[in-house]
């Protein structure tokens, strides 16, 4: 079973006899071990999912740009926040022996926080089309790209 996704995130913290025991468990591991299920050998494929998920939310905000700027703002917002997500976020909230479930609301709030300020910072989006973009963007790959990688 899939257990990072958001909603059962939120399960675990306002329901948590509607998830299995295998999942409640997977939230409040303090372990390395299966960090987000981000062997190192899958780290590229996920980044690269990540990034073909989120392009319609940015495509739209960087309408009428040029295919080239488009894809490179994609991929600089990602590189800003994916490497920690996947990789740092965790191994730091493990380290200091938090569970799990700390981790990844917090790097899945960190983020979008990052990258709406990018947008504002960088390219002038209005603060809440900016915000609402990140936010979309970033939960829709993070539930999405969840459930893809559930099935392979």
């Known amino acids: 079973m899939i257990c990072h996704l958001p909603h059962h995130l939120f399960l675990y913290w306002f329901f948590p006899r509607a998830l299995t025991a295998t999942c409640q ?3 409040a591991d303090t372990s390395l071990n299966g960090i987000f299920g981000v ?3 899958t780290y590229f494929p996920l980044f690269l999912l990540t990034n073909c998920l989120e392009l319609p939310f940015y495509f739209y905000t ?3 740009q ?4 488009k894809l ?3 991929l600089l917002l990602n590189l800003a926040t994916h490497p920690l997500v996947a990789l740092g976020f965790p191994q730091f ?4 022996g938090y569970p799990r479930a700390w981790a990844l609301f917090s790097s899945e709030l960190f983020a979008p926080a ?3 300020g990018l947008l504002v910072g960088l390219w002038r989006v209005p603060l809440r ?5 990140a936010f979309a963007a970033n939960l829709f790959s993070w539930e999405i790209g969840g459930l893809l990688l559930g099935l392979f």
């Open 93 to 96: 909230f493990a380290l200091a």
């Open 39 to 41: 062997p190192a050998g």
């Open 72 to 74: 490179g703002r994609l």
């Open 129 to 133: 089309h900016a915000a609402l973009t």
């Open 66 to 69: 040029a295919l080239a700027h």
């Open 25 to 27: 468990a997977y939230f």
């Open 62 to 64: 960087f309408r009428g």
């Open 114 to 116: 990052l990258e709406a």
